[in-house]
């Protein structure tokens, strides 16, 4: 299903959506030209739109459900607020319980069955193959939300429900409807290259719960990305992700900028101004090493939105760097001060930063600026430490 593009997002009047006017059902191909328009607004930087779109229908549509949530968790991982943590992960169990109303029913001894052999795709409808997909990518976003808890008990029941998740999927991949092919690709793709970067024991531990990792997922989102789904972007972003921080975080070596800017640029031209696009616009430009245009990108980041803050602050992260490896100090200094003062993630890691900063500045400049950089080392012993 191609992103309606005709639809002018100008001609959305969310005034007029309210529940007592809608009709109690919903089609599939209703719902996926639905979610297009919302995924549409949310390129656009109209966040709120979007959720006012979904919000409606998420409990009466698997496809409205599975959106909404995706944007709470989305935000809940940009904060690691504990009420945006909450709402998100009210919300992933509220989706569920629409999801699970339109699976296929099963009677007790069908139940029985399924715990040792499961029932291939190909016996469900196409609302129901639907319904399974949706379920499955909701119980991979619930197990993300439920390892940042940290404990032994989180990362139990955060494989538990991934492996539930990923047998569905393997349980998709064996049928070709082209609505959900999209999906199929990015979830399989998804659990294989996550699984391949695990350390090895840890990855030990996730064979003893059924998995076994390998690179075989970039084929997959590859293959995600290249079609026209509603779920292409989401495929593009993961890909993005993992060429432009997870390869560098961990220091294989293994990002593909030229692939990057080859996924980016279809999204480039429908969305010029989207917050996302320019931010990994300007992530790529960083990495090759042009930090003015780099720069320049980010600052159009900032501009795109107000209603993100949080973007706000991975911009200034960026920003901050940038203008480090060009030894730029006082403008170095200026977003770490920001960071320090809007951002709540880790205040421990940005007020070190902004020490080591003025540390590299002359003393008269520090004086200027008033700080004291002693004091600022000392404050640090004070300051929380990051959620992850």
């Not at 007029?16 to 006017?21: L, P």
């Not at 919903?26 to 739109?49: G, I, P, V």
Request: hydrophobic fraction near 40%; charged fraction near 20%.
């Amino acid at each position: 299903m191609e992103m309606d593009e005709d639809k002018s997002l100008q001609q959305v009047d969310l005034n007029k959506i309210s529940e007592d006017s809608m009709s109690p059902d919903m089609n599939l191909e209703a719902a996926l030209k639905e979610c297009s328009t919302a995924l549409n607004l949310f390129l656009n930087n109209r966040f709120s739109d979007a959720l006012g779109l979904l919000k409606p229908w998420k409990s009466l549509s698997t496809y409205h459900a599975m959106g909404y949530s995706s944007i709470l968790v989305m935000q809940a991982g940009m904060t690691f607020e504990p009420k945006d943590m909450d709402a998100a992960m009210a919300s992933l169990g509220e989706s569920l319980q629409t999801c699970q109303r339109f699976r296929k029913k099963t009677g007790i001894l069908e139940t029985l069955t399924n715990l040792w052999s499961r029932q291939p795709a190909d016996n469900l409808t196409e609302e129901e193959m639907h319904a399974e997909l949706c379920y499955a990518e909701i119980l991979l976003q619930k197990a993300f939300l439920t390892f940042l808890d940290e404990s032994i008990i989180g990362f139990i029941k955060g494989g538990m429900r991934i492996r539930n998740s990923y047998q569905i999927f393997k349980d998709c991949q064996k049928s070709m409807y082209i609505h959900f092919k999209g999906g199929v690709n990015m979830g399989i793709g998804s659990f294989n290259l996550m699984l391949s970067l695990l350390p090895s024991k840890v990855l030990r531990l996730m064979e003893f719960l059924g998995f076994s990792g390998d690179r075989v997922g970039l084929s997959e989102l590859r293959e995600g990305a290249a079609g026209n789904s509603l779920r292409s972007i989401l495929s593009t972003l993961t890909l993005l992700m993992f060429h432009l921080y997870i390869t560098v975080i961990l220091g294989t070596g293994e990002g593909n900028l030229t692939e990057c800017e080859a996924l980016l640029e279809p999204y480039v031209e429908k969305f010029p101004n989207g917050a996302l696009i320019l931010f990994y616009t300007a992530r790529i430009a960083l990495l090759k090493g042009n930090f003015t245009f780099a720069q320049e990108r980010f600052l159009a980041c900032i501009a795109a939105q107000e209603e993100w803050r949080q973007i706000h602050h991975l911009c200034y992260w960026e920003l901050m760097w940038a203008y480090s490896f060009e030894q730029n100090w006082r403008e170095a200094y200026r977003y770490a001060d920001l960071l320090c003062k809007e951002s709540k993630w880790s205040q421990a890691t940005y007020t070190f930063q902004k020490a080591a900063i003025l540390s590299m500045l002359p003393e008269e400049e520090v004086i200027e600026l008033g700080e004291n950089v002693g004091e600022i080392f000392r404050l640090r012993g004070t300051a929380e430490l990051p959620t992850i």
